[in-house]
């Protein structure tokens, strides 16, 4: 799942050597930190959010079908 949200992280950005993702797993549940530049965080979120909503929304449908939960965090 990581590699997924990676390539879509990374498709978004201009500068791809900024992006980062810590994978924290505890138990059934799988928290994603997500760190860009500063000015790659705007794409990545979006207007109003819609983006990071979609991200999220895509994440989720996948790992419901491993049985699990997921929770993605934006971090400046």
């Given at each position: 799942?990581?590699?997924?949200?990676?390539?879509?992280?990374?498709?978004?950005?201009?500068?791809?050597?900024?992006?980062?993702?810590?994978?924290?797993?505890?138990?059934?549940?799988?928290?994603?930190?997500?760190?860009?530049?500063?000015?790659?965080?705007?794409?990545?979120?979006?207007?109003?959010?819609?983006v990071a909503k979609s991200i999220r929304t895509v994440?989720?449908?996948?790992?419901?079908?491993?049985?699990?939960?997921?929770?993605?965090?934006?971090?400046?």
């Open positions: 799942m990581k590699d997924m949200l990676e390539l879509i992280i990374t498709n978004l950005v201009a500068d791809k050597s900024q992006v980062s993702i810590e994978e924290i797993i505890e138990d059934k549940v799988i928290t994603y930190k997500v760190k860009t530049s500063k000015e790659d965080m705007g794409r990545v979120i979006g207007r109003q959010g819609r994440m989720k449908s996948i790992s419901a079908k491993e049985g699990k939960k997921v929770n993605i965090d934006f971090i400046d």
